[in-house]
């Protein structure tokens, strides 16, 4: 057996009311026990427990806040080469538009399949800097069969939650025949990628897939054993949110241009809204309303979605500050979105919370409380980052 006792702990967020206080679950001076990689004991104020005592190793974290490991539930890591002029031209007047993924496509597929593996790998290591302990990946910069295959491949040496997107935006090459290419996603290419994904997703916008192009490549994958996850009204309102609340998708994404009746339909509903404001940032849109969503009752997460065109960056402390800065989101609101909201998009139960037989993914903060992730933005505040009880970095300036 192997077990960490993180003792010492200012404040701790378990994300469980039944444990502490408020929506959090928060606990004063507590300790942590993790035990072949599950939480076995959460403790307030205690006296040492046989549990701790018997810990074969120990970290002391002198009052700093310890919360769940961030759970980013919408990347898009695996891809070659970068669009920093598009950027450049965007911050100078130019539109995000979404046929900027082809540029993405082609460097990618002249990528050797090394080559992207040691990219990804490199970009999973910034997000366990970055605090995050469980993250989804999506293909989608392909538009082929062998090449989605190699993406979902790649992915699925990272994470079990994969998620097939060959439906992110049309090839040249099918232009003016997008039902054929609507075919292809639903026949070979799913088959190709099946095996190696959980999930199957669509980019349903103008510009990329209409509603029906959009249910069918949705209803193959349910077809083919998958979960469904959708991008939604990301630069305009259309049927996308309507589609996979109607779909029972666990996740519609982005959401950032939304009708009264998207947000009552997420909010009756069992889908997830999935807010993604690094992109709304890094694009120029308007930022999602949270506010209107949680108050209507709908469940949200923040993920970074880390790609090269609409959002590059790994920070889940970033899209935390824009939450609860432009989004009307209360600190506590954007932590529980950032870490048990992105479980529930992923549909981990066991995931985003510290309670008994929950994984033992922890970041340890340098900082007395989660308001500093905001208060200090901009400023790396993770001191350590734990994946299933073993410390998967550390920074040795904030030294434990
Ligand atoms: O979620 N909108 C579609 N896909 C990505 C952007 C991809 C890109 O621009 O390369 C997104 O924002």
Known sequence: ????????????????????????????????????????????????????????????????????????????????????????????????????????????????????????????????????????????????????????QVGSELTEDVTFLGAHLLPTEYEHRADEYVELVCGAMLEACAPHVRWTDVFCERGAFDGDQSRAVLEAGREAGLGLRVHANQLSRGPGVQLAVELGAASADHCTHLAKTDVSALAGSGTVATLLPASDFSTRQPYPDARTLLDAGATVALATNCNPGSSYTTSMSFCIALAVREMGMSLEEALMAATRGGARALREDDRGRLAPGARGDAVILGAPSYAHLVYRPGVPLIAATILGGEVAFTDAELGL
């Open 1 to 152: 057996m192997s077990s960490l006792l993180i003792d010492n702990i200012g404040l701790l967020v378990t994300n469980e009311p039944a444990l502490g206080d408020g929506m959090l679950g928060v606990l004063r001076d507590a300790a942590l026990v993790i035990e072949n990689g599950l939480v076995a004991e959460v403790r307030s104020r205690g006296r040492r427990s046989a549990r701790s005592a018997a810990a074969d190793r120990g970290i002391d974290t002198g009052g700093r806040c310890v919360i769940p490991g961030f759970v980013d539930s919408h990347t898009h890591l695996v891809f070659a080469g970068d669009r920093a002029e598009e950027f450049a031209a965007r911050m100078a007047g130019e539109p995000y538009a979404a046929g900027g993924i082809r540029a993405t496509v082609a460097s990618t597929q002249a990528a050797a399949t090394e080559e992207l593996r040691r990219l990804t790998e490199l970009r999973r290591r910034e997000a366990l800097r970055a605090g995050i302990t469980h993250l989804e990946i999506k293909s989608g910069y392909a538009l082929e069969v062998e090449g989605e295959r190699r993406l979902c």
